[in-house]
């Protein structure tokens, strides 16, 4: 399988890099609790430090809402995954529970700052093409809404679009059931190479102490 990000988005964001992360006989069930209290202390501590803050002054959350203005995605209108999550824990609305792969995606996206997409592996069809959506490009959300990714960036397949740094889709999302799964890592454009790398390798670790397999991980750019 090949992972690349599309000319157009290269040019309209230079720095646009992702990492990919790729696992293999991974077992996914419920959080152990280690994990479960992590999440809920973590959501916690950061309700207090944002009591006095905007949301869009958080370094990544600025970050990443800089790169949807240069791809024409209206940050106020859809924003970042990461700064939703945000958004819910000012609110004091914190994410509960899914499953041990969704769990630990929503701690790393909040402890980096960053949007973070796991898929499972074997629901894509071919190479995997980051790019910016056009007018045909849409799909069912794991929100269960049909999302249009016109100038929204998307990551697909031979079949279509299936996730984005917005809102992922339903068709290649995450169960109990996934053994393969393949981490897309929206890494902060201002974060040098060597420390996207440490990122993702602690990334990997953590997922594969919690759901065994193998991993292998790189940086596209």
Known sequence: MEIRISPQLKELVPDFKVGIIQYDHIEVGDSPQMIRGRLQTFQES????????????????????????????DPNRY????????????????????HSAADLNNFFSIQYEIPIGI????????????????????????????????????SSDDTGAFGSPYVDSERTAVTVETKKAIQIVYLKPSLQKDSCEKLIT????????????????????
Request: aromatic share 10%; charged share 30%; no cysteine.
């Open 46 to 73: 950061l309700f207090f430090d944002l009591e006095d803050k905007p949301v869009s002054d958080v370094e990544g959350i600025t970050e990443w809402r800089d790169i949807f203005k240069k791809v024409g995605t």
């Open 202 to 221: 602690s990334l990997g670790a953590m997922y594969t102490q919690v759901h065994g397999g193998s991993v292998q991980s790189f940086i596209v750019e």
């Open 79 to 98: 924003r970042p995954s990461v700064e939703a999550i945000y958004r819910r824990i000012k609110k004091q609305n914190f994410l509960h529970s899914i």
């Open 119 to 154: 898929y499972d592996a074997d629901t894509i069809n071919g190479d995997i093409e980051i790019r910016v959506g056009q007018q045909e490009d849409e799909y069912m959300g794991i929100n269960g809404r049909v999302i249009a990714m016109k100038d929204k960036i998307l």
